[in-house]
């Protein structure tokens, strides 16, 4: 009977990020920098909110959209921490993680042979999705920019078959942000066109350097601002998400998402509003923390005489493979993984313009961060 399902879903390739993951999880002693989850408990008084939920009885449907007080709490967070003004009653929906809320945002807007341009390398979610709804993910190497996806290397992509561009920042796999000035930049090329911007920003709260700057706040009835828990409160298991957007564009998204899970857990959904109104700098530990990782796991590399374009954000780096290696990534990531019993994604399952490069997590602790890196640099000496 497979013969008779969507061709568009059977061409799909599990990521490869999972696929990496499942041949090398059974290696006894193994040392995985693969995680893109953070290594901290759930805040205790989130964790807390979700219990006294259960007790309460509150596990019932809410809103589709998410219960109000939500949508009021989240409106109020992105106002005070990124100065986005979106009203709680009808431009906010509560999905099931940032992956929902992208599925319902690119199903929504995307129709048969729409080009959708996408950063490369790039997290693997987002290409999946638009080639089930019939799209045509139009990649831009930016290996030469640092990993940036500006407005000059926007431009010679755009066609009148452009419907969307997604912007992830920080990114995933590289760590790498946009500044302020080249939102600006994408902004100025792209006002008054017919093109969506999905600005995935699940690691705002996880930037280093320069406050993060939302496209939003540039393009407001453009742009599609993707957010969440997952990474800002170390919520991944919780699957909260919002979704970001003028009205006039939120009424068919929810409609969307309506049809897909009624609503997310309402249990959740009470934990999250712990997370930000009493939470609502929760990140900030975490960050300082994640700082000192970036620091030491920078200096660490340097070391080992490997290239890398240090990380404005996240908990990644994304690591050139050494000359002398003429393997592809992936069988570079398998040879350390079985000889030197430390795991790191090939930068392939980030795009052809991965290859090369692998991806390592810092969210783990120093001490396991400081055993992984020893076993890298043993692995690579013995390969000179």
Known sequence: MEHLLNKQVIDIEISGIRKFFNMVSDIDDLISFTIGQPDFPTPEHVKLAGIRSIEEDFTSYTHNAGYFELRKAASEFVLKKYGLTYRPEDEIIVTVGASEAIDIALRTILTEDDEVILPGPIYPGYEPIIRICGGIPVHIDTRDSQFKLTAEKIKPYIT???????????????????????????????????????????????????????????????????????????????????????????????????????????????????????????????????????????????????????????????????????????????????????????GSAFSKYGEGYFRLSYACSTEVLQKGLDRLETYLNSMK
């Open 160 to 346: 009148d078959k452009t419907k969307c561009i997604i912007l992830p920042y920080p990114s995933n796999p590289t760590g790498v942000s946009l500044s302020e000035q080249e939102i600006k930049e994408i902004a100025s090329l792209l006002k008054n066109k017919d093109i969506f911007i999905i600005a995935d920003e699940i690691y705002s709260e996880l930037v280093y350097d320069n406050p993060h700057y939302s496209l939003a706040s540039e393009l407001r009835e453009q742009t599609i601002v993707i957010n969440g828990l997952s990474k800002s409160h170390s919520m991944t298991g919780w699957r909260v998400g919002f979704l970001f957007a003028d009205q006039s564009l939120c009424k068919h998204f929810l409609k969307v998402h309506q049809y897909n899970v009624s609503c997310i857990s309402s249990i959740s959904q009470k934990a999250a509003f712990e997370a930000l109104t009493t939470g609502i700098d929760d990140a900030k530990l975490m960050r300082e923390e994640y700082f000192k990782r970036r620091e030491y796991v920078s200096s660490r590399l340097s070391e080992m005489c490997l290239n890398y374009v240090k990380p404005d954000g996240a908990f990644y780096f994304f690591v050139k493979i050494p000359e002398n290696f003429s393997t592809s990534s992936f069988d570079f990531a398998l040879d350390l993984a079985n000889k030197a019993k430390l795991a790191v994604v090939p």
